[in-house]
């Protein structure tokens, strides 16, 4: 099933670029080049700025990605590195990331920097890397490197629901979906999409972004409907949260109204 963007319901704008979008139980958790900030939605309209956390992104190098944990913890892919925050917007691990593939996974120290570009966390404090220089997903657990995923084009977006990772790769233009020791089990076709730039995934569904518009898969790999996205500036995250379609721009985040009820929870933190 195909449709066109719902009526634009209301758009959030601010005078700093926005960088990434997290859906959480609270409400969507929005980094712009000034911190993190937490957006509520009324059901009405956007309620910015209920909170705001100075996670330094004023020197990110590269591209990035965001991630909440339980609505807690927040990663950010920041470049060679991946920092994470407290709730309360304090540094609390920074994780250097090489450049190595699974042969060198236990020497780690002695590669160099790599590149860091998406971040997904996962169970008991498993953490997915997407490292751009080798086109892998590294593996990190309390701080080590633990695995390396390989057999990827060009690994651009995570996310992690249960025991499956959800890997967007823009090279294949679809999303390689393997359990979280690495196995593959489905493959998300999204040619049709023009490409593919972000995934966001939930216990039901999985939202693939790409030029076109997103894509919506069932958790056993059916698609479920296509929503056309028109925008003069290139879309660069995508969420469903409380059953409304949210679209993110550098300069404005904009809820695109009601999906299908029986799809409203996809794209919500796992």
Do not use: C
């Not at 330094?56 to 909440?68: E, H, K, P």
């Not at 633990?146 to 995570?158: K, N, Q």
């Amino acid at each position: 099933m195909s449709f066109e963007a719902p009526p634009v319901v209301t758009t959030l704008s601010l005078n700093v670029p926005f960088l990434a979008l997290a859906p959480t139980t609270d409400g969507l958790q929005v980094l712009s080049e000034r911190g993190v900030e937490l957006v509520r939605w009324s059901g009405f309209g956007l309620l910015p700025r209920v909170s705001q956390e100075a996670v330094g992104t004023r020197d990110v190098r590269g591209g990035l990605d965001l991630d909440a944990t339980n609505g807690q913890d927040l990663y950010v892919a920041d470049g060679a590195r991946v920092l994470r925050f407290s709730n309360e917007g304090r540094l609390v691990q920074t994780i250097r990331i090489p450049a190595v593939d699974r042969l060198f996974v236990a020497a780690p120290e002695a590669a160099p920097s790599g590149e860091a570009v998406a971040v997904a966390s996962g169970a008991e404090g498993t953490v997915f890397v997407a490292e751009a220089s080798r086109g892998v997903v590294q593996v990190w657990r309390d701080g080590q490197l633990v695995d390396v995923l390989e057999g990827f084009g060009e690994p651009v977006a995570l996310a992690v629901v249960g025991r499956r990772l959800f890997v967007a790769d823009r090279q294949r233009q679809s999303v390689d979906v393997r359990d979280t020791a690495g196995q593959p089990l489905e493959t998300l076709d999204a040619k049709e999409l023009g490409g593919v730039t972000n995934v966001s995934a939930s216990e039901t569904g999985v939202l693939v972004l790409g030029p076109r518009g997103v894509l919506l898969f069932s958790p056993e790999a059916e698609r479920l409907w296509r929503v056309d996205i028109e925008s003069e500036a290139p879309v660069l995250d995508a969420a469903i949260h409380d059953g409304v379609l949210f679209a993110l721009t550098a300069r404005a985040l904009t809820a695109l109204g009601r999906v299908p009820p029986e799809t409203s929870g996809a794209g919500e933190a796992p």
